[in-house]
């Protein structure tokens, strides 16, 4: 769900208006309301990056650089799960064996 609902209105984005990023840009700094919800956005993304970083070594995970790459290509939405998941897994080996 985090990869597929985000992606289809990106998607609709591109099918209307191109890879027009000055308008993207424009749509998102449309009002307060834009601004506060992806500041807010990029605020937890920078901090879920830190936690990839520090959880991540502590829990000896391998290829930490596809969580930076899914939130900037993705999302948060995506990403923030995909980690949680195999970071579970890894504690899943880790206690069997």
Known sequence: MGFILPLTQFLKYIVK???NIRYAIE???ANYISRFLV???IIA???FLILVM???RRAHMKNLWI???TTLCVGLSFSLPLFLYF???KKEN???G
């Open 27 to 29: 749509l998102v700094a």
């Open 87 to 89: 970071r579970e897994v």
């Open 17 to 19: 208006y191109g890879l």
């Open 54 to 56: 520090v959880e991540g």
């Open 39 to 41: 500041l807010d956005l």
């Open 67 to 69: 969580y930076f790459i």
């Open 94 to 96: 880790f206690i069997r």
């Open 45 to 47: 993304a920078a901090v």
